[in-house]
């Protein structure tokens, strides 16, 4: 089980004077500092699904970098299996498999030099690794580009191998930034499948996506970021009455629209003050 | 963990063709062809320069312009256009810039090489083209000069030594005291750090662009932050790779500039050339790769540091190219002539190696002068690597 609690980050402005004078001023804009995610919490039971949903610039993207250990919380923690980790050692980052859209692989090693390098990063030993090359080939159907440098794959192959590359040190848990964004069809479907493979397998699985038909195909729960916050977070039924697509998207779109007037409003009142 | 991330970085450089290029064939063939070429063309030039027939006007009395122009046509590699008859300096100057004449000899009117003063004669040449082919000009007349200087010897009842005398009180002998190592270390010894330290930067430059703007550009930098290593783990293994990387680019260009120059000497025969290789021995080579090392890392730790500054690989080239003067300015000081290791320059970073590496060559270095250049370029490294550990630690550098 994966466990966020009140997960901060904030970040420096380059120009904090041009930001303040900003016609279009974000109210998570305040002094010198951009407050990116705000006490986001969450949580996903083992052997489930959840689907983190928000618009661009929700905080999605740095709730898990934080969660993959990439970046380091201003406050809060996360909990892995009842247990607290410190972001500052590689504990976290061994029980996470994390892959975004920029996360990739080396383009001039073959996929199966790319998965021993990162599997030996992790510490594990050749055997180890053997074996789970030979697992992962057959889950993910690498066999025929396993000593193909990455630069000469298409891009479902690249998918293919990321995935594996994700999860080769065996993670206790799985976090996935909008791993289908720029797939073709063929390729979607092999991470969707890959996802749900993962449920089936008992290991938490948390990815943020555009794509709402994913959310109702796969979720189990659900996370709305707006503005740096979770404003939902809960079974997938509970957010729209149904796992239906329509009541997921009107919902969604009625809380998006809510929140950007109300972000306008409290951006106008803090641009006053200023 | 250090070797591993080491070694995958090497093996990911050795696949890239541009590191390929730059590295190892830059060093080694690119470079001494381009140095070859350059030379060859530089004095092939000169030598046609040298060699090529020059036309000329003369102006001179009736009495003396056949005596002249007959004793200057065809001699030298002189040729004398007879018929063209140009009036006036403006019309000489329009011909020698069309190139259609080379020079213009004017004589004054009423010239007598009995009278008892030297004559004022004009010489209009293109100075900027003179590569020492009008000296050939003096040489046809010479014989002119010696008959005129022997029948006026005679007239006034002077001896031969008497008439040396007056035309050359003192004769000044120059007995020079420098070997000829020192004189070689003299005329290349400032260039060659240079050139080293020019290769050395080129040959980071590429392998530091690769392994952190180049990194950040393909999306492996944040594969690789994901996994757990120490980030102080990753930036020693990156800049090794790059340190090895450019202190194999110098060792290269170092050993294969002598072996090029022994080659080149030999074949063409240029004696030159091959006391100039065989000017430096073994200990000396060890002595300049040493010196040059502390500045290749240093060199190193600043180009990573911007490298990873960078959100792209042409982000990062911008960077670097006005930060390499930084390299070549004091890197230059060594080429001035006068300056010398000590005082203060013991301790200026790269400029103490440019002007240790200049005395090594002339064979004059007082070795115990090397510990102080070593250790202020040692000490320079060490700061710009431990800013660059922390640069690399930072979340605002890696994630701009």
Known sequence: ?????????????????????????????????????????????????????????????????LLSGVLRPDAGRIVIDGEPLDTRDGELRRRIGFLSASTALYERLTVEENLRYFGQLYGMTVQALDERIALLQEQLAFSDFR???????????????NIARAVIHQPRAIVLDEPTTGLDIMATEVVLQFIDQQRQSGVPVIFSTHHLEEICLLCDRLAVMQLGRTVFNGPLEAYAGSRDLEPLRRTFMAQALASREESREVGDAQAHLA | MLKLIWLKEIKDLLRDRKTLWFVLLMPTLIMPALMGGALYLTSSGILDKQNETLDFQLVAPPAWRDTLGTL????????????????????????????????????????????????????????????????????????????????????????????QMLTEPVSLTMVGTADEREAIGERIGGLLPYLLLALCLIGAMMPALDVAAGEKERGTLETLLMAPVPRWQLVLAKFAVIGCASMLVATLSLLCGVIWLLLAGQVFAVSFLVTAATTLGAFDIFLILLLILPIAFAMSAMLLALSVYARSYKEAQNYMSPVSFL????????????????????????????LAIKELIKGTID?????????????????????????????????R
């Open chain 2, 327 to 354: 390299i070549f300015l004091p890197a230059m000081v060594g080429m001035v002539p006068g300056m010398e290791l000590k005082g203060g320059w013991l301790w200026a970073p790269i400029v103490n190696v440019t």
């Open chain 2, 72 to 163: 200057l046509d065809g001699h030298e590699g002189l040729r004398w256009q007879r018929e063209l008859s140009l009036e006036g300096e403006a019309q000489w100057r329009e011909a020698i810039e069309a190139e259609r004449l080379h020079f213009v000899l004017q004589v004054p009117d009423g010239f007598d090489p009995d009278q008892d003063h030297p004559s004022q004669w004009q010489l209009y040449y293109n100075q900027t083209e003179d590569f020492g082919q009008y000296d050939r000009i003096h040489k046809a007349l010479s014989p002119l000069y010696e008959q005129w200087r022997e029948e006026h010897r005679q007239r006034w009842g002077l001896t031969e030594s008497q008439s």
């Open chain 1, 1 to 65: 089980m994966i466990e966020i609690e009140g997960l901060s980050k904030r970040f420096a402005l380059a120009d904090p004077k041009r930001a303040a004078q900003s016609q279009r001023r974000d109210p998570r804009q305040r002094g010198r500092h951009f407050y990116s995610v705000e006490s986001v919490s969450l949580s996903c039971p083992a052997g489930e699904v959840l689907g983190l949903i928000g618009p661009n610039g929700a905080g999605k993207t740095t709730t898990l970098r």
């Open chain 2, 367 to 399: 070795y115990s002068l090397l510990w102080p250049v070593f250790t202020a370029n040692a000490l320079l490294a060490l700061i710009l690597l431990a800013f660059c550990t922390f640069w690399f630690s930072r979340e605002r550098v890696l994630f």
């Open chain 1, 147 to 161: 000593h193909r440098r990455v630069m000469d794959l298409s891009s479902g192959m690249r998918q293919r191998a």
